[in-house]
């Protein structure tokens, strides 16, 4: 059975930080793309991140600079360090791993950027 869990949502002030994880079980992860997607209110579920399994990234321009994504394939989590965090930054967001044309989502985590 494949999980993935993410941890480490909350609330911070604007200019703070959160990093997120993801726990991955079920699935050989090293060999799947890892992303970070996140859905704000009334908005459409949008890729952030993204990191292959020979460790190149993407980012979406809006977090370009203030979020790193990495992956530790021993331990079989992905994270999300972000910094410089906005309130246009709060949503839900979500692990994802892609093989091909198979995905799993993670159930999500709130982060939620206001003072």
């Known amino acids: 059975q494949v999980q993935l869990v993410e941890s480490g949502g909350g609330l911070v002030q604007p200019g703070g930080s959160l990093r997120l994880s993801c726990a991955a079980s079920?699935?050989?992860?090293?060999?799947?793309?890892m992303g970070w997607y996140r859905q704000a209110p009334g908005k459409q579920r949008e890729l952030i991140a993204a990191i292959a399994s020979g460790d190149s990234t993407t980012y979406a321009d809006s977090v370009k600079g203030r979020f790193t994504i990495s992956r530790d394939n021993a331990k079989d989590t992905l994270s999300l360090e972000m910094n410089s965090l906005k309130p246009e930054d709060t949503a839900v967001y979500y692990c994802n791993a892609k093989l091909g044309f198979v995905g799993y989502w993670g159930k999500g985590t709130q982060v939620t950027v206001s003072s």
């Open positions: 079920g699935i050989i992860f090293r060999r799947y793309v």
